[in-house]
């Protein structure tokens, strides 16, 4: 009997309790995913909390024995909580999706989140979740394939969300190869685990099981000025090692959808905002040094156009495509939200002014007189735009937040968490700023 049988089974005797009823199993769940024959076992639920009864110990009621990865609470309100694996959990996407889950959720589900901790990976973003029974952290980076098959071995994984990727385009300008480590050979890692865990002996796969990746619009290319859009079934044609990686990784998910059958989806967002972007992004890099009265760095003449999407319609598209979307399709995701770079920054500048209070000494450092042109970046595309049609006619998500309402919550956010900032934009992230844009 393998281990996921035998999960089956303890599935199907735990879906029959209620409340301190008890029934006998000949099995028991060990830690780090192992189990064992060990005679006469009880199973009792107890104020939510899973026990066994083991007559080898002298009638004692025992906790769960279970692995460091392992739930508290594996099963809520009589069914098995369903176990999401979170990549990039600590990124600014990330977290903000793990905040919306249990803000939707609650005790219904459980995440595991494997975070590297680099640059952009931030526990302080996931201070509210920490302490909750049903979310684990496990630092690990993705390209560790012992690390992360560790981690489907010990838990039943019933659906993954795969952030973690290198993001920024000046940073892959500069060092490709990372990109290509972490968002290629990374996601091929996750992948295959995936699979593994997933893949039955005739080749399909377990019921229910999906792997969702999260992706960009930069995959499409540019955008001319005056019209068009990017739809699922635009050519992919990447300019940055950003963008080319990740359109490399993009293919992986297709292929193995095509070549397997792999229960999957890809998402393609355009540019998100919002609470717990790290401050090398064009809204909290302007929010950050406008309050602090330093220049304000605009790429080329300020006219590239982007789709804004705040991070919180992104995530709830991403639990959407979870529960709807078809397998092996592709949505778009976008908040018609587009703006040029310029347009953002006056619009920054503008919320700021309107939103500090009289006599705050910040008030006069806010200035368009800080708004500062630099050498446009390499390979700069133009213009980016998302039709988030199909996304909208098969499962019903539409953006719910404007830009000039989402900007305020996002200026109020970081009002709200100055110490975030300052703790954030210490050490190497100010050494690569300095590099960078001085």
Known sequence: MDRHELADINYKYKFMLKSCQVVAHPFSVLGRGRYKKCGYVSWDIDGGKIRRYDGKKNGRMLRLEKSRYAAEKPWYGGRRMRTYLVTGGAGFIGSNYIHYMFKKYGDEIRIINVDALTYAGNLENLKGVEERENYIFVKADICDKEAIAKIFAENDIDRVVHFAAESHVDRSIRSPEV??????????????????AWELPDGTFREGKKFL????????????????YFYETTPYAPHSPYSASKASSDMLVKAYMDTYKFPANITNCSNNYGPYQFPEKLIPLIINNALQGKKLP????????????????????????????????????????????????????????????EGDPRKSLVSKDLITY?????GHDRRYAIAPDKIKEEIGWEPETMFKEGIKLTIQWFFEHEEWMK??????????????YQ
Request: with cysteine; aromatic share 8%; charged share 30%.
């Open 179 to 196: 990109f290509v480590r972490t968002n290629v050979l990374g996601t091929a890692v996750m992948l295959n685990c995936a699979k593994d």
């Open 213 to 228: 990746h999260v992706s960009t619009d930069e995959v499409y290319g540019s955008l001319e000025e005056d019209g068009g």
């Open 298 to 357: 605009v790429y080329g003449d300020g006219k590239n156009v982007r789709d804004w999407l705040y991070v919180e319609d992104h995530a709830k598209a991403i639990d959407m495509v979870q529960e709807k979307g078809r397998l092996f399709e592709t949505y778009n995701v976008g908040g018609h939200n587009e703006k040029q770079n310029i347009e953002i920054v006056n619009i920054i500048i503008e919320t700021l002014q309107e939103m500090l209070p």
């Open 374 to 378: 630099v050498e446009d970046r390499k």
């Open 423 to 436: 703790n954030v934009t210490s050490g190497d992230y100010m050494k690569y700023y300095e590099e960078m």
